[in-house]
């Protein structure tokens, strides 16, 4: 696999790549010794390929340990530190080989004359910044001098020198002088970097570049970026998050931002367990990129754990936007849930189930709910509706009978939708016949809207003629209406003789309409023959009577006075 990937990525050039297959195992273990080989395969690509002396120092720092006259080692160090101007640094290198070469080497006697020669320089190099020293202190403000004694700081190690000559620098600059601030930080830094060789005092000085201006962009990208380096070498894991999510911020690339994001989300969860920061930077991620599955799942989790429930009915309204057909389906049953639940936005939520129902109508658990809501709410249409397609999944039986009970008085008593809670109730019926309740409602609606031929129907339905009379002699009993009460009482005396074949309990429903109406010819002819099956005798006369006085013609006349007096002289002797 390394001889396939070496080929590939050196016929690329991709150095980058390259380096990070040999760098890879020599993280996994082993000593240097064993494996002096391969980290001089990264130095050199690090330092030849990649043209990046700071990243090939510390491999070569590593190979000097285990051999510190390694000719590729002193090449490497002769190079990087004549361009650091830091002699003294490379007559340390030089001095470390000369005592691990035999005495008699030819190229300890060669390093031995190149150090002798630095030490010269060294010599007057020392005197040379006494005199500079005295010049700048005569005139701070003279860049030759500044200039020159940097440069002989750097030539003889004096570093924590060179680093306050550097802040006085800072200080005396006005602080809107952005530019000449900035270049005079990156000088520190770059002290810290290459010479001094410290972490802790780099972080600060690269902090204080990224906070310079108050404003942090894509031009702290790299100062960012190596703050990130720095914190993981340092173990300094919080702030190492802070800097990869400042990172996440200001780089330009957005798939390297997606990535960042995606490394500080998991890293604040599975470290930390800090369910805040991962959720902001799984949201940062998603923003980036919708379609992220990662994001999506953990945003989900974390909106969860945090009750942030605004936040995650926003996430599924995003990807319901996007999904067509069943996919709908889970989606609008958890807005539904949080909608209802938890935003009290009960009537969303209802629009959420009706619209599962219309994908599919056999979802008893999505009608349970409707119902719940609907009921809890008080919203009488969407209860109505949402009963209907509950009785559409139930079967043809008495099971369904408290759900027709409870559609009937949601039309009647809320809706004011006469019709429909009159056929609901006889939906009842055909249920189960004889049903009380359907029977004394029904009963009591049409009574109530004068509708006496349905009422009739209603009980010749169930078979129930004996009822029908004593609701029809009832309402004619109770009715103030004289119109009314004589129609029903007409109603009340057709059943009884037609129907239930007792033509004698006619009797009172037509004395009924006579006591409203005592001119009622109709009435009195159907009422003396009843007398007279009676035998009431005694009432007959009056009918007669009346009778006679509303008879146009004279032999009808003739006809009831002749039968008047038969009854008066045989039946009552008078």
Same mark, same amino acid.
């Given at each position: 696999?390394?001889?396939?990937?070496?080929?590939?990525?050196?016929?690329?050039?991709?150095?980058?790549?390259?380096?990070?297959?040999?760098?890879?195992?020599?993280?996994?273990?082993?000593?240097?010794?064993?494996?002096?080989?391969?980290?001089?395969?990264?130095?050199?690509?690090?330092?030849?390929?990649?043209?990046?002396?700071?990243?090939?120092?510390?491999?070569?720092?590593?190979?000097?340990?285990?051999?510190?006259?390694?000719?590729?080692?002193?090449?490497?160090?002769?190079?990087?530190?004549?361009?650091?101007?830091?002699?003294?640094?490379?007559?340390?290198?030089?001095?470390?080989?000369?005592?691990?070469?035999? &005495?008699?080497?030819?190229?300890?006697?060669?390093?031995?004359?190149?150090?002798?020669?630095?030490?010269?320089?060294?010599?007057?190099?020392?005197?040379?910044?006494?005199? *500079?020293?005295?010049?700048?202190?005569?005139?701070?403000?003279?860049?030759?001098?500044?200039?020159?004694?940097?440069?002989?700081?750097?030539?003889?190690?004096?570093?924590?020198?060179?680093?306050?000559?550097?802040?006085?620098?800072?200080?005396?600059?006005?602080?809107?002088?952005?530019?000449?601030?900035?270049?005079?930080?990156?000088?520190?830094?770059?002290?810290?970097?290459?010479?001094?060789?410290?972490?802790?005092?780099?972080?600060?000085?690269?902090?204080?570049?990224?906070?310079?201006?108050?404003? *942090?962009?894509?031009?702290?990208? /790299?100062?960012?970026?190596?703050?990130?380096?720095?914190? !993981?070498?340092?173990?300094?894991?919080?702030?190492?998050?802070?800097?990869? /999510? +400042? +990172?996440?911020?200001?780089?330009?690339?957005?798939?390297?931002?997606?990535?960042?994001?995606?490394?500080?989300?998991?890293?604040?969860?599975? *470290?930390?367990?800090?369910?805040?920061?991962?959720?902001?930077?799984?949201?940062?991620?998603?923003?980036?990129?919708?379609?992220?599955?990662?994001?999506?799942?953990?945003?989900?989790?974390?909106?969860?754990?945090?009750?942030?429930?605004?936040?995650?009915?926003?996430?599924?309204?995003?990807?319901?936007?996007?999904?067509?057909?069943?996919?709908?389906?889970?989606?609008?049953?958890?807005?539904? *849930?949080?909608?209802?639940?938890?935003?009290?936005?009960?009537?969303?939520?209802?629009?959420?189930?009706?619209?599962?129902?219309?994908?599919?109508?056999?979802?008893?658990?999505?009608?349970?709910?409707?119902?719940?809501?609907?009921?809890?709410?008080?919203?009488?249409?969407?209860?109505?509706?949402?009963? !209907?397609?509950?009785?559409?999944?139930?079967?043809?039986?008495?099971?369904?009978?408290?759900?027709?009970?409870? +559609?009937?008085?949601?039309?009647?008593?809320?809706? /004011?939708?006469?019709? /429909?809670?009159?056929?609901?109730?006889?939906?009842?019926?055909?249920?189960?016949?004889?049903?009380?309740?359907?029977?004394?409602?029904?009963?009591?609606?049409?009574?109530?809207?004068?509708?006496?031929?349905?009422?009739?129907?209603?009980?010749?339905?169930?078979? &129930?003629?004996?009822?029908?009379?004593?609701?029809?002699?009832?309402?004619? &009993?109770?009715?103030?209406?004289?119109?009314?009460?004589?129609?029903?009482?007409?109603?009340?005396?057709?059943?009884?003789?037609?129907?239930?074949?007792?033509?004698?309990?006619?009797?009172?429903?037509?004395?009924?309409?006579?006591?409203?109406?005592?001119?009622?010819?109709?009435?009195?002819?159907? +009422?003396?023959?009843?007398?007279?099956?009676? !035998?009431?005798?005694?009432?007959?006369?009056?009918?007669?009577?009346?009778?006679?006085?509303?008879?146009?013609?004279?032999?009808?006349?003739?006809?009831?006075?002749?039968?008047?007096?038969?009854?008066?002289?045989?039946?009552?002797?008078?």
């Amino acid at each position: 696999a390394v001889e396939f990937l070496t080929d590939h990525y050196s016929s690329k050039e991709a150095w980058d790549e390259l380096v990070r297959v040999f760098e890879r195992p020599l993280g996994q273990g082993g000593s240097d010794e064993e494996r002096l080989g391969e980290m001089l395969q990264v130095a050199m690509l690090h330092w030849k390929k990649r043209g990046s002396a700071l990243d090939a120092e510390p491999w070569f720092d590593r190979i000097r340990k285990i051999a510190p006259a390694h000719e590729g080692v002193i090449d490497f160090f002769r190079e990087h530190k004549k361009e650091l101007g830091d002699e003294a640094g490379l007559v340390q290198i030089l001095q470390a080989a000369v005592r691990a070469l035999p &005495d008699d080497s030819e190229l300890a006697q060669y390093l031995s004359l190149e150090v002798a020669d630095f030490a010269e320089t060294q010599a007057s190099a020392h005197k040379a910044i006494e005199e *500079q020293k005295a010049l700048y202190h005569a005139d701070p403000e003279n860049r030759e001098v500044r200039e020159e004694l940097k440069k002989l700081y750097k030539q003889t190690q004096g570093h924590n020198a060179l680093i306050d000559l550097l802040r006085q620098q800072f200080d005396r600059l006005e602080k809107d002088d952005y530019e000449g601030r900035l270049e005079v930080l990156r000088e520190q830094a770059s002290v810290y970097r290459e010479y001094i060789k410290s972490d802790t005092a780099l972080v600060n000085v690269l902090n204080q570049i990224v906070d310079l201006d108050g404003v *942090q962009d894509e031009h702290d990208v /790299k100062e960012v970026r190596e703050l990130v380096g720095l914190y !993981e070498r340092l173990g300094r894991h919080r702030d190492l998050l802070a800097s990869q /999510k +400042l +990172l996440a911020e200001i780089v330009p690339d957005a798939e390297e931002k997606k990535v960042l994001y995606r490394r500080v989300g998991r890293r604040w969860l599975e *470290q930390f367990s800090n369910v805040q920061h991962a959720m902001e930077a799984f949201a940062a991620l998603h923003q980036l990129d919708a379609e992220d599955p990662e994001a999506i799942e953990r945003l989900d989790e974390l909106y969860r754990k945090r009750r942030a429930w605004k936040e995650l009915y926003a996430l599924y309204d995003e990807q319901l936007q996007k999904a067509e057909g069943m996919q709908r389906v889970p989606l609008l049953k958890e807005m539904a *849930q949080l909608a209802a639940e938890r935003l009290s936005r009960v009537d969303d939520a209802l629009e959420f189930y009706r619209e599962i129902l219309a994908l599919d109508p056999t979802r008893m658990d999505v009608i349970e709910r409707m119902e719940k809501h609907a009921d809890r709410s008080k919203n009488w249409e969407i209860l109505a509706e949402v009963l !209907e397609c509950k009785l559409q999944q139930m079967p043809e039986d008495e099971s369904r009978l408290p759900v027709l009970q409870k +559609l009937g008085g949601v039309y009647a008593d809320h809706l /004011k939708e006469l019709e /429909k809670a009159i056929g609901t109730w006889r939906r009842v019926l055909a249920v189960q016949p004889g049903h009380a309740r359907a029977l004394r409602v029904l009963r009591d609606t049409f009574l109530k809207g004068f509708r006496f031929d349905e009422l009739e129907e209603l009980y010749i339905s169930q078979n &129930d003629t004996e009822g029908l009379a004593e609701v029809l002699s009832t309402a004619a &009993d109770r009715s103030k209406d004289a119109e009314h009460k004589v129609d029903l009482s007409y109603r009340a005396a057709r059943v009884y003789e037609e129907r239930l074949d007792q033509p004698v309990r006619a009797i009172r429903s037509y004395e009924r309409i006579l006591t409203e109406v005592p001119e009622e010819v109709r009435a009195i002819e159907r +009422l003396l023959p009843l007398y007279e099956q009676e !035998e009431k005798w005694a009432r007959v006369p009056a009918l007669l009577e009346t009778l006679a006085q509303l008879v146009e013609d004279v032999d009808e006349k003739i006809v009831i006075y002749r039968r008047l007096s038969s009854v008066a002289e045989t039946k009552l002797s008078d």
